[in-house]
C-alpha cells in the first residue's frame, strides 16, 4: 500500500491514463473502443454507470473515466462457464476478493447450484424457469417471496418485473432505493408533492449559485463536473458541504478539452469550500436560514422590501410562521456545535445565497444515509421556498441519482408502498386486482428472511449482500431461504451465499445487442431529470445462452401464471409491445415508441416545476422539524467509555457501487488497499497510536450483537475530528440493521459510531490483491 498525496486536478492526464489502462485490460481494445464512441450517443447505449443527464451537444465524446471502465468491465470476452464452476466449489470463491470475482467475466450460461459437490453446474432455461415456478407456487402466501430491483434494470424490465410480481400477489419490492435515496423521495413528496428532483440539465447553464452537499461527483458521477465546470467559468458560484475535501469539487482539467491538457489548466470548481461534521447539513441549513432571516429582518425595519419571496410564499405555500418561528429558537450554539462550522463561515454561505438570483440546490447519499435525512432534505427545500426558488429557469431541488435507472425502476412501480391512483391503473388496463397492503423494503426483507417468514429471494441485478447492511445478518438471511435467484451479468459476492436451492441466471448487459423475434431491441432509462431516452446494445458476441432481463422475467412469469395478465413471449418479441402497455400505465409515457426515436429523449415532465403541488393542501409546505439532540445519540456513546468516532462508508475512485475495478483511489491519493480508515491526524495522536498504525474496528448498538472487523490502516487525512471514513462494501458489517433514517429506512452508512483499537492482527501483513 502507499499514501502519497494527490497534488493535481480532478480529470486531466490522470483520467485519460487510467481510461486507457481499462480499455486494455478488457482485452476487447479496439472493439471497446468504438463502444465507447457509442456511449451516452443517439442510436447508442445509456452507461451502465451513473445517471446524470446528457447535454444536447451531439457527436461529441459523452463517457467519463468511471463510465469507460463500467463499459469496459462490462464487454470483456472473458467469460465464466460451467466448466470454471465446477473447478471452483463456493467455499473456495467464497475466499476471493470482490475484485477477483468479477474480474473472471461475463456469466454464460444459467447455472444451478450442487449442494453435495459445492459446485454450480449448468442447467437448460426451462428448468430453471420451472423450477423457480414449483417454488413460488408451493409458498402458503405471496408475501414469503422478496423480489429484489437494482437501478441497472432498465423501465421495461421494471415495469414487467412489478406485473408479474402483484399478479402473484405481493408489494415485496426490495430495491437499491431503500439504500440510497428513500429519504430524498419521502421528503421532497411532503415538502413539494413529487419525490423527484424539479430542475433540468439545462438549469445549470442559468443558475447563479450552485449549492453541492454531501456528494463527491469526481468519482460518482464524474460527468457532472462539466457541468459544473461550464457554470463556473461563466461566473456562477459554486459553494460545496462536504465532510472530506473532495479533489473533483475543487478543481477539474477536462480531459476533452485539448488547451487544458496541453496547458495543465484546471478550473476552479467550488468557490467557497466548507467541511461540516457528519450529519451536520441540517444545522448547516438551518443556521443560513437564521442569518437570512437576520438581514430580511433589517432590510424591513429600514422600510426596504423583504429579502424573501413574499409573492410566492402567499400564493404557493403553507406553514412559514411556525417554520420561522423553530428558526428563531434555534440558538446559534445549537447550529455551530452541530455544523461544525463557525457561525461567520455559515453566514458567508448565506450572504452567497443571498446575492444570487437562481439557485440550485443538489445533494448525494452524505445527506440521505443519516437518521435525520428526512428533515435535512426538508429543510433544503424550506430555504428554496422562501426565496421562490422552485419553478424557475436556473433554481430547484436536485438529488443526484446512483445507479442509471434507479429514478426509472420508481416510476415503472418498483415500490413497496404503491400509491392507490397506480394500483387503480394497474387494475384497469389489466384487469385483475393488486395487491394493497405494503410489501416489504430492503430492512425489511433481510428481517423476514432471517426470522424465516420469506422463503425465496430473486434478485434482478445488483449484490444484495455486499450492498446491504449488516453483511453477516444479511448473509444469514440468503442462507435460510429455500430458494436464491440471481439475474446477473458478473460473478458476484451475492451468489456464494446460496439458500437450499440456488440459480444464477445470466443475462445481457446494457452494451449487448438484444435480439429478439422481430430483430434488435432498445429499452429505456430515465436519468436525474426526469428524461427518458432510448438504449440500444452495440456489442455482438458470444451471447447465445444470455438472455435480456426482460425475457429471463418473461419466462419466469409464464413458467409462474401462464399467460396472465398477458402473453408474455408475445411482448418479449418486440419490446414497443412492453412500452404500449407503459404508456396506458405510467403519465408521461403517452406515445413513448415515437419519442424515444427523437434524439436525447423526452421530458416527462414535474409538477413542482410547473409550481403544482401535489400535496394534501395542493400547496407547497414549510416543515418545521427541531434540529437532533444529538448527531449521535447519548445511549450509543454511552456503549463504551473509549473515544467514540463516527464512521462514513463511500466508494474508492476504482469502484461503482459494489463493483471494484481496481486498488487505485487517485484522488486521495491511496493504491494498493482498501483496508484503510480516513482519520483525522489529531484523533491519531489523542488516541496514542501513529500513522498507518493497524486497528479493529467495532460498531456500537444496544443489540448485544459484536460487529468487528480486523486489520484497518489508519491513514491521516483532511477530515473533520471525531469523523472518520472508509470504503464500503468492507466496512458494511458494521452497519446494524436497526440503525435506519426516520420515515426512510435507509441504513446509516453515514452516521456509524464506532470505536477503535490496536489489531489483534497486528503482526499479520495486509492482504494485498492487485491486477
Known sequence: MTVKKYDGSAGGWGALLSTTKHLVKSENVARNMR???????????????????????????SFCENGAKAVNWEATSRRVTPAFLRQHPVSWLAQQSDYFLEYQGRLSHPVRYNRNTDCYEAISWQQAFALIARHLKALEHPNQAEFYTSGRASNEDAFLYQLFVRKFGTNNFPDCSNMCHEASGIGLRQSIGIGKGTVTLEDFDHADA?????????????????????????????????TLKERGLERFTNPQSPGEMLTGVATQISQSYFTPKLGGDMAVVRGMVKALCAVDKIEREAGRASIFDPAFIDEHTRGVEAYLSAVEATPWEAITEQAGLSRAEI??????????????????????????????????????????????????????????????????????????????????????????????NTVGAIKAMLAGESKVFIGLGGNFAAATPDTSLTQQALSNCLLTVNIATKLNRTHLIPGQESLI??????????????????????DSFSMVHASAGVVESDTAEMRSEPAIIAGIAEATLGKA??????????YDRIRVLIAEVIPGFTGVNEKIKQPGGFYLGNSAAERRWQTPSEKAQFMRHPLPQHLLPANLRELSQDPVFVLQTMRSHDQYNTTIYGFEDRYRGISGERKVLLINASDITALGMNNNDLVDVESLWPDGIERKIYGFKLVAYDIPPGNIAAYFPETNPLVAIDGKGDLSDTPTSKAIPIILMPSARKGDEINIVCS
Open 565 to 574: 395478465p398477458v402473453d408474455w413471449s408475445w411482448l418479449i418479441e418486440d
Open 35 to 61: 463502444n465507447l464512441l457509442k456511449t451516452n450517443q443517439d442510436k447508442g447505449f445509456d452507461c451502465p454507470g451513473c445517471a446524470w443527464g446528457e447535454a444536447e451537444e451531439r457527436g461529441r465524446i
Open 505 to 526: 441466471l445470466p443475462c445481457l448487459g446494457r452494451t449487448d445487442v438484444d435480439m429478439q423475434a422481430t430483430g434488435p431491441q432498445s429499452v429505456t432509462v430515465e
Open 347 to 440: 453566514e458567508q454561505a448565506a450572504d452567497t445565497y443571498r446575492q444570487a438570483n437562481n439557485v440550485i440546490i443538489t445533494w448525494a447519499m452524505g445527506i440521505t444515509q443519516h437518521k435525520h435525512s428526512v428533515n435535512t432534505i426538508q429543510e433544503i427545500a424550506n430555504l428554496q421556498l422562501l426565496f421562490g426558488q422552485l419553478g424557475k429557469p436556473g433554481a430547484g431541488l436536485c438529488p443526484v441519482r446512483g445507479h442509471s435507472n434507479v429514478q426509472g425502476d420508481r416510476t415503472m412501480g418498483i415500490n413497496e408502498k404503491p400509491g392507490a391512483d397506480f394500483l387503480d391503473k394497474i387494475s384497469e388496463v389489466f384487469g385483475f386486482q393488486p395487491p394493497l397492503e405494503h410489501g416489504h
Open 210 to 242: 450552485i449549492f453541492v452537499f454531501g456528494q463527491n461527483p469526481g468519482t460518482n458521477h464524474p460527468r457532472m463536473l462539466d457541468t459544473l465546470r461550464h457554470a463556473s467559468r461563466r461566473g456562477a458560484a459554486i459553494v460545496t458541504f462536504n
